[in-house]
Structures are given as C-alpha cells and as structure tokens.
C-alpha cells in the first residue's frame, strides 16, 4: 500500500500541484469510490433556533453621508438615512448571519429556483446583508433614477464590477465558491456598502429585528455553527443535532 501510495504521489506530484491535491486522488485511487451525494431524509431532520443578543451599550449606527450627492439627498427628504451597520434593540443583534460552518455530510440538498435579490434604492443596498445557494440565481437591480454599479470583493470565486446605469435594469452575477462573506460596495456613492454570503447548502439565515434566526431541516449531526456581524466579528459554537431535536441556541456579540 505504501509503495502504491508514494508512487501515486509522485505521479501527479511534481510541479505547483498542492499536497491536498495530490492526497485527494491517492485517496480516490486507493479506498472506495466517492458515495454519491445522499437525499435528506425528512424523517430524521431537526431544526436550530436562536437568538442574537448584544450585550452592553450598542454604539450608535453609522449615517450615510448623502451631502454632495443632491440625486441621492432628493431622496431622503428627512436627512441622511441611517447605513443599518448597526441594528440592535432590546439587546438583541439584527442582521447578522448565521450559517453551518463546519460538520455537514454528503448531502445533496434542493437548490432555490427563486434569485436572491438584492436592489439599490434611495442610494442604499437593499437588503444590507443577503444569503444565497450555490447555484441559486443571484439578481442585482438599481431601481434609482441614477447609475450605481455593484462591486463584489469575492476572494474565493471571481470578483465582479457591474454597471447598472438606467432605473429597472438588473444584472445576474454567478458565484461559485462558497464564501461568507463577501463586501459589496457601489463605486460611485462611497456610503454604499452590503455583504453577502454564499454558502453550499441551505443551512444560513439571518437574524431578524428581534434576534432570532431558524435553521429548519437539519440532518442530525454535531455542527459548528458560526454567526457573523460586519462590525462585531464572528461567533461560533458546536452543537449537536439529535434525530428530529429541536434545537435552541444564543449568541452573544460586545463591542470591541
Ligand atoms: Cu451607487
């Protein structure tokens, strides 16, 4: 075995080939051939509830500075809007996503035939913080009287730069490497910023004006389970899913 081994290394070694490269098709040759992706089975799934809190003082939220831009200040006859950087109330966190980050199987899971949408409008990204399926169609539309574009930091897959000129248009963006999360920035107004994570399952959700969030139809499992805030870091805990449990859990983000 081990000669088997070494000599299979060797023969795709050599090169820029990386070791987890060459030790995936040594392991490919030599154990059992790859199991196909499995169906859930609804019988057996559980569900993750919880909540966001916040604990402390939450700093005040930032306000987009429209001044100059009078396109975008028309809009907004009541002053600078606030950004939604910062959404708490009653100690609890919105907008912050919470995804399975690590312990899911081979499963091949349903994916979203309706887009994951996200719009420009009054010179904000709307919704500020999104979640999409690979594969799911992934929609950018301006529905202002004046050009935005939308700029995507992917680091995993392509980065992208779209331009969307005329009120009503959108574009289609494909991203096909999961990656929580990714910046997006319109390059025009410089307040204009969103995030959006992509993630190769169904299990993501974001946390809603009262904190909670609900991961339904998880297989039983042990998880990690991370939640994410644009200003406050990352958050994550294992948890362990029993055959049709559900599951509470909290996350707790500070300041600083
Ligand atoms: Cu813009």
Known sequence: MGLVVSALLSACGGGSDDKSTAGTKTKQATAA??????????????????TIR??????????????????????????????????????KLQ?????????????????PTEPATMDQKGCVFIPRVLGAQIGQPLKFLNSDPMAHNVHGF?????????SLSVKGTSRSVKVDKPESMIEI?????????????????????????????TLKNVPPGEYTIEAWHERFGTRSQKVTVGAKEAKAIEFAFQQG
């Open 54 to 91: 916040f604990e402390g003082p939450a700093p005040e939220q930032s306000v987009a500075q429209l001044s100059g831009w009078s396109e975008c200040s028309a809009q907004h006859p009541q002053g600078n809007p606030p950004a939604g950087d910062v959404l708490v109330a009653d100690g």
């Open 154 to 162: 992917a680091q995993k897959a392509s980065p992208w730069n779209i």
């Open 95 to 111: 907008n912050a996503m919470v995804y399975i980050k690590d312990g899911l199987g081979n499963w091949a899971f349903a994916v």
């Open 33 to 50: 051939p790859a199991q196909p992706a499995k169906p859930l089975d609804l019988t057996t799934v559980g569900t993750i509830t919880g």
């Open 185 to 213: 920035k319109c390059d025009i107004h410089p307040w204009m910023r969103a995030y959006l994570g992509v993630f190769d399952h169904p299990y993501f959700a974001l946390s809603g004006a009262d904190g909670s969030f």
